[in-house]
């Protein structure tokens, strides 16, 4: 939804009431007039910017997938002018990424959790949503381009099991023995959001002392996977 102007404070607005109600009741508890309940508004001046409930949940999953993919991203802009390495780099942008989805718990919820019944995001998310994998593949091409990947022991596909939109995010299927990379790399990108969902919701705490210290590790061993080190000597935060 296109707002502008008075417009878009007024969205903004709407959209913040929207968050604290949604760390309350969850997005299958959102409602407009929730909403209004919680920001002080009318349902009227809700439905004037979000007719619909799911008009709403768009705007907050984009904001989500825009929020936590910036954060990668200049997370890997300043690995990138430090000179790090590929490992290196995908370490911050993991890093950053589990920063912002404890800091923003509710709207992790949203993206990777149950979905929510009667709703189906539309083609507006998609772009947002790629913009996680956008930043895991730079990093992995930049690595094979830079020789920093570890051929696999053995390549795990006889023919390639990617869609279309997966090579051309990739910008191509390499040669061997890297034609399975791509494959590997949603690998890694499932691993990561699979061990979020296990830190976000206290899936961990019961079976490791330093949750932190664990993500590093588990992220070093999912990136093995494609053929890369990660550097382990920093101390991780969060």
Do not use: C
Request: hydrophobic share 50%; glycine share 10%.
């Amino acid at each position: 939804m296109d707002v502008s102007g008075a417009n878009a404070a007024d969205a903004t607005a709407v959209k913040g009431a929207a968050r604290q109600l949604l760390a309350k009741v969850g997005a299958a508890g959102l409602s407009l007039e929730g909403v209004a309940d919680e920001g002080g508004l009318t349902v009227a001046q809700v439905r004037e910017l979000f007719p619909h409930r799911d008009e709403l949940l768009t705007a907050l999953l984009i904001d989500a997938y825009n929020e936590s993919g910036a954060a990668m991203e200049h997370a890997d802009q300043a690995a990138v002018a430090a000179g790090a390495s590929g490992g290196a780099r995908l370490l911050a942008v993991t890093r950053a990424l589990r920063a912002w989805s404890f800091a923003n718990a509710a709207e992790f919820t949203l993206v990777y959790g149950s979905p929510v019944p009667g709703y189906h995001a539309p083609q507006d998310t998609v772009p947002p949503a790629s913009r996680t994998p956008a930043v895991l593949a730079g990093i992995v091409r930049a690595a094979l381009e830079a020789g920093e990947l570890t051929p696999p022991k053995r390549q795990l596909t006889k023919e390639s099991l990617l869609l279309p939109e997966a090579v051309q995010l990739f910008g191509g299927v390499p040669g061997a023995p890297f034609a399975d990379v791509v494959e590997r790399g949603i690998v890694l990108w499932s691993s990561l959001v699979g061990l979020l969902v296990f830190q976000v919701f206290s899936r961990t705490h019961d079976s490791v002392r330093d949750e932190s210290a664990f993500f590093d590790f588990a992220i070093a061993v999912a990136a093995e996977g494609i053929g890369l080190e990660v550097p382990l000597g920093e101390t991780a935060t969060g």
